[in-house]
T-cell receptor
Framework: NAGVMQNPRHLVRRRGQEARLRCSPM?????VYWYRQLPEEGLKFMVY????????ESGMPKERFSAEFPKEGPSILRIQQVVRGDSAAYFC?????????????FGSGTQLSVL | AQKVTQAQTEISVVEKEDVTLDCVYE???????LFWYKQPPSGELVFLIR??????QNEISGRYSWNFQKSTSSFNFTITASQVVDSAVYFC??????????????FGEGTQLTVNP
């Protein structure tokens, strides 16, 4: 079974460009979570999605950031007009969604560097 | 609000030493779950343990053991006879029991463990 797949692994953008990060959950998983890890810091929750629904986006910055998890295809975290402060590792995690407080399965992350 | 504190930013030990990673949490919930994850240099977080707040029994899995003490809001992790392959960042995390949270985790800042040969 393939694990949680994130791509690209590394993404370099110039200030003002858009960044698109993709996450394919494990097979059979319908819940996706996005986390951000800044250098020397722990993981901070950003958004929790189920297929076609955003359940909790309380950790998302109000501007420039958006996320989706369509019926078909991967979940996408989109950052518009990136700034240097967006440079971080972005992790996606998935769970089956059968119950709450399940363990999460994490991808290897996307390292975003903004020049 | 929930909070997880891992006061040890970095720990360095010599192979075969025992090492304990501390985790203290804050929550107003009476029911919650605690987790430990390992992040090796490859970056991917690896699940180690999940424990609910009603189960205060200590758990042992090979060289790993966990000590959950509700009275002190702590969930410490001990590695016995450490090995170089244990070198990683270890995260403690807390999950509230709420439908709208799903399996959302609140992480501590992590402890970088380095095991030297």
């Amino acid at each position: 079974n393939a694990g949680v797949m994130q791509n690209p692994r590394h993404l370099v953008r110039r200030r003002g460009q858009e960044a698109r990060l993709r996450c394919s959950p494990m097979k059979g998983h319908s819940h996706v979570y996005w986390y951000r890890q800044l250098p020397e810091e722990g993981l901070k929750f950003m958004v929790y999605l189920q297929k076609e629904n955003i359940i909790d986006e309380s950790g998302m910055p109000k501007e420039r950031f958006s996320a989706e998890f369509p019926k078909e295809g991967p979940s996408i975290l989109r950052i518009q007009q990136v700034v240097r402060g967006d440079s971080a590792a972005y992790f996606c995690a998935s769970s089956p969604g059968d119950r709450i407080n399940e363990k999460l399965f994490f991808g290897s992350g996307t390292q975003l560097s903004v020049l | 609000a929930q909070k997880v504190t891992q006061a040890q930013t970095e720990i360095s030990v010599v192979e075969k030493e025992d090492v304990t990673l501390d985790c203290v949490y804050e929550t107003r919930d009476t029911t919650y779950y605690l987790f430990w994850y390992k992040q090796p240099p490859s970056g991917e977080l690896v699940f180690l343990i999940r424990r609910n707040s009603f189960d205060e029994q200590n758990e042992i899995s090979g060289r790993y053991s966990w000590n959950f003490q509700k009275s002190t809001s702590s969930f410490n992790f001990t590695i016995t006879a450490s090995q170089v392959v244990d070198s990683a960042v270890y995260f403690c995390a807390l999950s509230a029991v709420r439908e709208t949270s799903g399996s959302r985790l609140t992480f501590g800042e992590g402890t970088q463990l380095t095991v030297n040969p």
